[in-house]
């Protein structure tokens, strides 16, 4: 392999690797405009409070919900990323339902950050600064081949993406099974 070539392939490699750490970045910054809590209030006809506390209990114990707290009106469940509280009153029409979800996810965010921040920029410039100085600058054509290694930066640059995807579903169950509680509390499943 030429030294012209060996340098092409460390700058193209490194463009792609700032291009995806560029993308990590911006699910990065998506993850931290999500909020943090969502509350929502529906009115159930014909179901008593102690009918629907019950329904909730059993909703609760069938799913192997965490019970955190348990007061007069409701409950506090733990779920994997996410408190829900529940709260049950009385009305005239029947019984309100209110939920209020509140994401548990420091952790996911701290990793996040961690990943594109600290981890993908040091191995990216690291990388890329070593296979520049060591391989396409070699006077061995055999040692610039090596430029191709600058490919496994990849492996620096994906977890972000991993990440940023196990937020979303968590959070996706999170948000689905406070707004399905309301119709479970109904049904009396």
């Known amino acids: 392999m030429s030294e012209r070539i060996a340098a092409v392939v460390v700058v193209a490699v490194a463009v792609a690797g700032v291009a995806t750490w560029l993308a990590g970045v911006a699910a990065y910054l998506r993850m931290r405009r999500v909020p943090r809590v969502a509350t929502t209030s529906t009115v159930i006809g014909g179901v008593d409070r102690e009918q629907a506390q019950r329904t909730l209990f059993a909703a ?5 919900w965490q019970l955190v707290e348990r007061t007069a009106e409701g ?4 779920l994997p990323m996410a408190l829900l509280t529940v709260s049950l ?13 509140r994401l548990a996810d420091r952790g996911y965010r701290l990793v996040m950050a961690a990943l594109v921040f600290v981890v993908a920029p040091a191995v990216l410039v690291g990388v890329t600064a070593l296979v520049w100085l060591l391989a396409a600058r070699s006077e061995d054509p ?5 430029t191709l290694q600058m490919v496994q930066v990849g492996h620096a640059l994906w977890p972000p ?7 979303k579903r968590l959070r996706e169950m999170a948000t689905a099974t406070a707004d399905l509680l309301p119709a479970l509390v109904e049904a009396g499943v």
């Open 60 to 64: 609760a114990l069938s799913r192997q």
């Open 75 to 78: 409950a506090a469940f733990r």
């Open 89 to 101: 009153r009385q009305r005239a029409t029947g019984v309100e339902v209110t939920t209020e979800t």
């Open 142 to 146: 055999g040692v610039r081949w090596q």
């Open 161 to 167: 993406f991993l990440v940023a995807v196990l937020h």
